[in-house]
Structure formats: structure tokens, C-alpha cells
């Protein structure tokens, strides 16, 4: 573990993919007074240079880094990354926020949303590792904390609406080529998606289990449970890839134990930190509100007009900054406030 004048060293794991140069971008702008910054990844983009704070740093090889340098580790690489070098990085002395799934359902690791948990990294006393949970969860649990706290939450129906970007660089690409050629006439074979995305709607995101949920639908079942800390809260998700590139939307119906009373939601909103609220007829897009963003925004709100006790609201967020940087960044801060 490195410090210097209290300052801290950290190091970015996938430095150099979307989620991973917005996480660079934002510890900038962030409270978190950084001594030394390390930019890794893997072989391929070694010696590239990312700018940071107005200099440039080298890409460093992930394989060949001593953790010991640092204090906080922030990943934003894949799964297999994850279970690699998580632990080594603890082992060294580090503090670990991970991005991917691998370690979300472990019940011996926080899986955190500041505006929900924060007070789990309270129990936090030797490096260790945080999971910061799936996007789409994200944005819900944000919605949803609210009217878990006044009213208490039976059962969540969701259906996601995600943007490419949610798969990466290459799905971006994809969805641009595929644009592009329908424009002029041609169709392109798809090779990121089963399914042709521009202009469609698929519903399939991650692979599909025995149950014919896919895992990102049942990632947002168990990730709320986990969250909350409450095993009784059901979600029954269906999770949909659509052809934007950055910024998830989300059509959510909430059955709540006691009748919400709308008014005093809205100014539970309208007073809660990282939440834009959008009141009577007008709503925001993830377009035109959210991309670029770090809230999550709040529109739609309407009484169930079939069930006395559930109501109805649309949610979106930007899925690289909120949903993935900037979460991993409310934590780090939070974090370093307490170690320093």
C-alpha cells in the first residue's frame, strides 16, 4: 500500500476501454487527492499514452505490475481479468474496486450504490475488495431506494432498454457499420450480436440460462437482493439491447407494502443527491438528459392503475458514467476518505 502527504497511489486496470478511460476522466475532476497514477493493461495497448490532469501517461503492462505500488485498485476489465488479479492485488496491500461480475454474488463482498449502502464499506477495516454492481441494476436501485425506505418493496417488473455501449467498443462499431450500410442499401451480417441491431430490439443481453432468464436478467434479480440486503424483494426483469450507443432507459413497476403516496415521493426526489426528477407530463430520454451525465433521472410517475399498492416511473442513466466510472468513483472516494 502506497501513500505520500496523504496523498494516494492508484492504479486503473483496462486503462484503455470505455469504461476504464472514463474512470481516468473522472478521478480528474474527483475529491480523491492521487499521488501517482498507473494506467494498466493488457499486452495489446502497452506503450499507448491516455491523458490525464493535463499529462501523459504510459499504458502499463497488467501482467508485469507490482501492486505494491498502490493503494487503490480500480478494475474495469472482464471477469476473467477480475479472478486473475483481484487477489493479488489484496494480497499487496491494495484496496480493490472491481466493475466486473465476478465477485457480485459473493456473499463476503459489499456490492455497493452510495445513494443505497454506503454504510456497508463502514465494516471495511484491511484492504479488501468492493464489487461495484451491473449498470442496469444501478440505475433501479437509485430509483428505487426511496420508496424502499417509505414504503417497503415486494416486487420489481422491469424491462431495460441498454445501449451497445454496455458491450463495448466493438458493439459500438457494429452498431455505426450495420447503421451505415442499411442506409445505403446493404445489410451487414451481424458478428458482436446474434441479431442484427441497427434499427431492432433484442432481447438478449449475456447468455441464457436453464431457467431461460439470460444473466443480466437474473443479475438484476439477485444483485437488488444483495443490495438491500432484503432476500423478500422479487424482480422479474427482461432485458433488452437497443440501437443508441450510450445510455440505458428502464420502464419499472414497483409493488410496494403500504400505498405510496406520490406527492411525498416526488419531494423525496426532488431533495435526494444524484437524482433528477422530471415531474407531470414530462420525462426525460437517455438521449437528451442522461449521456454525459452522472445522475439518474426520474420521470413517469404514476399510481398502477390495477394494483392499489404499485406505481409506475421511467429511468434512465448514463451506463458508462453512472452505471460503471462514476459509481467505482463514489466508492473510491468514499473509501479514501476513510483510509486516509
Known amino acids: 500500500m502506497s501513500?505520500?502527504?496523504?496523498?494516494?497511489?492508484?492504479?486503473?486496470?483496462?486503462?484503455?476501454?470505455?469504461?476504464?478511460?472514463?474512470?481516468?476522466?473522472?478521478l480528474a475532476k474527483s475529491k480523491i487527492p492521487i499521488n501517482e497514477l498507473y494506467l494498466l493493461s493488457s499486452a495489446k495497448s502497452i506503450g499507448r499514452t491516455v491523458s490525464f490532469s493535463n499529462r501523459q501517461i504510459y499504458v502499463e503492462d497488467l501482467a508485469e505490475f507490482d501492486f505494491s505500488k498502490v493503494a487503490l485498485a480500480l478494475f474495469a476489465a472482464g471477469s476473467e481479468v477480475a479472478k486473475k488479479y483481484c487477489k493479488k492485488a489484496i494480497e499487496k496491500g491494495c484496496y480493490v474496486i472491481d466493475n466486473s461480475s465476478a465477485y457480485r454474488d459473493d456473499p463476503k463482498i459489499p456490492l455497493i450504490v452510495p445513494e443505497v449502502n454506503s454504510h456497508k464499506l463502514e465494516q471495511i477495516k484491511v484492504p479488501s475488495l468492493i464489487a461495484n454492481p451491473n449498470c442496469s441494476t444501478i440505475q433501479m436501485c437509485v430509483a428505487l431506494e426511496p420508496i424502499y425506505r417509505l414504503y417497503g418493496i415486494t416486487r420489481v417488473t422491469v424491462s431495460t432498454y441498454q445501449s451497445v455501449s454496455g458491450t463495448g467498443r466493438k458493439a459500438i462499431s457494429e452498431l455505426v457499420s450495420?447503421?451505415?450500410?442499411?442506409?445505403?442499401?446493404?445489410?451487414?451480417?451481424?458478428?458482436?450480436?446474434?441479431?442484427?441491431?441497427?434499427?431492432?430490439?433484442?432481447?438478449?443481453?449475456?447468455?441464457?440460462?436453464?431457467?431461460?432468464?439470460?444473466?443480466?436478467?437474473?443479475?438484476?434479480?439477485?444483485?437488488?437482493?444483495?443490495?438491500?440486503?432484503?432476500?423478500?424483494?422479487?424482480?422479474?426483469?427482461?432485458?433488452?439491447?437497443?440501437?443508441?450507443?450510450?445510455?440505458?432507459?428502464?420502464?419499472?413497476?414497483?409493488?410496494?407494502?403500504?400505498?405510496?403516496?406520490?406527492?411525498?415521493?416526488?419531494?423525496?426526489?426532488?431533495?435526494?443527491?444524484?437524482?433528477?426528477?422530471?415531474?407531470?407530463?414530462?420525462?426525460?430520454?437517455?438521449?437528451?438528459?442522461?449521456?454525459?451525465?452522472?445522475?439518474?433521472?426520474?420521470?413517469?410517475?404514476?399510481?398502477?392503475?390495477?394494483?392499489?399498492?404499485?406505481?409506475?416511473?421511467?429511468?434512465?442513466?448514463?451506463?458508462?458514467?453512472?452505471?460503471?466510472?462514476?459509481?467505482?468513483?463514489?466508492?473510491?472516494?468514499?473509501?479514501?476518505?476513510?483510509?486516509l
Open 178 to 339: 450495420q447503421t451505415t450500410s442499411l442506409l445505403n442499401g446493404k445489410i451487414e451480417a451481424p458478428k458482436v450480436y446474434d441479431k442484427p441491431i441497427a434499427f431492432n430490439a433484442i432481447p438478449h443481453i449475456d447468455d441464457f440460462l436453464d431457467n431461460e432468464y439470460t444473466k443480466e436478467e437474473m443479475k438484476m434479480f439477485n444483485e437488488t437482493q444483495k443490495i438491500f440486503s432484503d432476500q423478500e424483494i422479487l424482480v422479474n426483469a427482461t432485458a433488452v439491447r437497443v440501437p443508441t450507443i450510450f445510455g440505458h432507459s428502464e420502464s419499472i413497476n414497483v409493488e410496494t407494502k403500504s400505498p405510496v403516496d406520490l406527492e411525498q415521493l416526488k419531494k423525496e426526489y426532488s431533495k435526494a443527491k444524484g437524482v433528477k426528477l422530471f415531474k407531470n407530463t414530462n420525462y426525460p430520454t437517455a438521449m437528451t438528459d442522461a449521456v454525459g451525465k452522472l445522475d439518474v433521472f426520474i420521470g413517469r410517475i404514476r399510481k398502477d392503475i390495477t394494483h392499489q399498492n404499485a406505481i409506475n416511473l421511467w429511468v434512465v442513466a448514463d451506463n458508462v458514467r453512472k452505471g460503471g466510472a462514476w459509481n467505482t468513483i463514489q466508492i473510491a472516494e468514499l473509501l479514501v476518505s476513510k483510509i
Open 3 to 26: 501513500f505520500e502527504q496523504n496523498k494516494i497511489d492508484i492504479a486503473v486496470i483496462g486503462a484503455t476501454g470505455v469504461v476504464g478511460e472514463t474512470i481516468i476522466e473522472l
